[in-house]
């Protein structure tokens, strides 16, 4: 069995099929980042076993580009929820920082790679994403804006359970659109596998045809 990982997979079909060997690609949705894009991850057989001419060989390939998906509504939401969405959404790259404001742990701007970016705009889950939050050192002191604690207490209660309502609404809608996404993404790649599958069957077919006529030919 050839060893044909970390290859190109155009690379490693031409010696997959020079040794007689039939393959399928089985993953080809998960993109690796130390890894180029179209390369062989993996394969099954393992390389060097002994195997049957006619087993197929199963491919694992690194998708062309990292998944995009749609950034979520994050501002005025608690950051630490925020961060929590994103990962669940597959974000691999997200960071989080504070300035001075009177709301205290709460979202009050998003970036991506450096840039502001509007919600529902899709984004690499690669992308570089930074939440800031509030810290909540300005304190406004107005006496006219100062409330009973104890009904304080029931405001921030009632708060905290719509902001946890509409992070679990949007968490769902937010997971729900990242695997359309990859759906997708997988179902475009596949279909571009296929279209060069049997480009290059139809090469081969040529090639041998060609081969016969010129035998054709030398016995005329």
């Given at each position: ?15 997959l ?15 690796y ?10 394969q099954d ?7 049957k ?10 998708a ?7 950034l ?25 920082d ?7 742990g709460?979202?009050l ?28 050192s ?9 409330i ?7 405001i ?30 997988a ?26 006529s ?7």
């Open positions: 069995m050839p060893d044909v990982r970390n290859m190109p997979l155009e690379k490693a079909i031409d010696i099929e020079d040794a007689g060997l039939r393959w399928e690609i089985s993953d080809s949705t998960t993109f980042e130390n890894y180029k894009p179209g390369t062989v991850i993996d057989p393992k390389a060097k076993s002994y195997i001419k006619i087993r197929i060989i199963y491919l694992s390939v690194n062309m580009h990292a998944p995009i998906i749609p979520p509504k994050l501002v005025e939401l608690p950051g630490r929820q925020g961060m929590a969405m994103l990962k669940a959404m597959g974000f691999k790259h997200v960071t989080m504070s300035v001075a404001s009177e709301m205290s709460l979202i701007q998003v970036t991506v790679d450096g840039h502001n970016v509007a919600p529902g705009k899709p984004v690499s889950v690669n992308s570089q994403i930074k939440i800031t939050v509030g810290d909540g300005i304190v406004d002191l107005n006496p006219e804006q100062i009973d604690p104890e009904l304080m207490d029931s921030d209660e009632l708060n905290y359970e719509e902001d946890q309502k509409r992070y679990e609404e949007e968490m769902k809608a937010a997971q729900a659109r990242a695997e359309q996404e990859r759906k997708n993404q179902a475009e790649e596949k279909k571009d596998q296929n279209k060069d599958k049997d480009k290059k069957k139809d090469q081969d077919k040529k090639k041998d045809q060609d081969k016969k010129d035998k054709d030919k030398k016995k005329n």
